[in-house]
């Protein structure tokens, strides 16, 4: 996966530092692999990836894109504290069926199959990702991800991606009052579509705008809505959105 990047973490304070930063509990990387994030201290988001264990150190799985960027906030909040960040040099290989002996499950969804980290580029894959991803309503940094989510309204809470008992994170209290003092009113839902509409098209319904179309496979896609102000019938652009709460 050129669009992946793996860096290698080390040193005698990574887990600790790691723990006070992203939204999961970094110890689980001794069972499998990891999904979380980093948000800003107003809880928005500004990065997802992948945490695995490799002996002492940790791997971490991100989009090409955010790489820079996530490299420099994270030295930026090391201070004096004993953690390297270099390139790994490893590439992201992933699949369906069964787990390799040197793979990963995983951990937004069985049917995302497994990830593994292997000195050679990845192969070509026939595998239809984002039929997949909008199947099961998994976001897709840069598309659904982007600087203005906050992680529930992502889903994070069902794809294994934040732990509510770990303890403060940045972006945490922002993150648990979400969770415990309200009741979402937006967020990331699969819908119907009709016709033809591009990803980042605003939905509307009775003539006001209550959400974005995001990415598409067939006749369905991933949206984002704002819950109280959508309808059964909705538009995206020249494109029928069709949209059930019930099973959204």
Known sequence: MSDRHVFRLSGADIRPFLQGLVTNDVDK?????VYAALLTPQGKYLADFFLAADGADVLLD??????????????????????????????????????????????????????????????????????????????????????DSYILEAGFEALDGVDFRKGCYVGQEVTARMKHKTTLRKGLTQVRVDGVAA???DITANGKTVGTLYSQSGSHAIAHLRFDRATPNMQAGTARVTWDAATG
């Open 199 to 201: 990803p980042g098209t």
């Open 29 to 33: 990387v001794d069972a499998g692999l």
């Open 62 to 147: 991100v989009a090409a894109p955010l790489a820079p960027g996530l490299a420099q906030r994270l030295g930026m909040y090391k201070l004096r504290a004993d953690v390297a960040i270099a390139d790994s040099g490893l590439h992201v290989h992933r699949g369906l069926g069964d787990v390799p002996q040197d793979g990963y499950a995983d951990p937004r969804h069985t049917a995302l199959g497994w990830r593994a980290y292997r000195a050679d580029p990845a192969p070509d894959t026939d595998v239809d990702w984002t039929a997949l991803r909008v199947a099961h309503v998994v976001p897709e940094t840069g598309i659904e991800l982007t600087p």
